[in-house]
């Protein structure tokens, strides 16, 4: 997560709706988020899952990836259990929220 991120920011409603009322056997969110400690702790008032702040952002590359939103599983037993998700959609489909709707004046 980037606090600058606007396709992070398109995401926040999804969200929260989906900690509020997460599907049976869903798993858990936490954030890892770049940037300064009041960028996390904004993050952590919007949101119910916890965030783990990553200023430079040193963890994402070390599963793959340079971007934001960028998610992936990790199981109980804190092993890798999905490929990684980049981009909205991709990050809505791994956790089984249905894709954004474009706004009319974006969809061709």
Do not use: Y
Not at 22 to 35: D, H
Not at 50 to 72: E, K, N, V, Y
């Amino acid at each position: 997560w980037h606090p600058d991120c606007d396709i992070c920011k398109t995401m926040i409603d999804d969200l929260k709706r989906w900690e509020a009322h997460p599907p049976q056997g869903a798993p858990k969110l936490v954030f890892i988020a770049c940037g300064e400690m009041e960028d996390a702790r904004a993050l952590n008032k919007r949101f119910k899952s916890p965030t783990l702040l990553d200023p430079a952002f040193d963890i994402g590359p070390l599963f793959g990836t340079r971007f934001t939103p960028s998610a992936i599983l990790i199981d109980s037993e804190g092993r890798v259990a999905s490929s990684l998700a980049m981009g909205a959609d991709n990050v809505r489909a791994l956790v089984g929220l249905p894709k954004a709707e474009l706004p009319a004046a974006l969809q061709a």
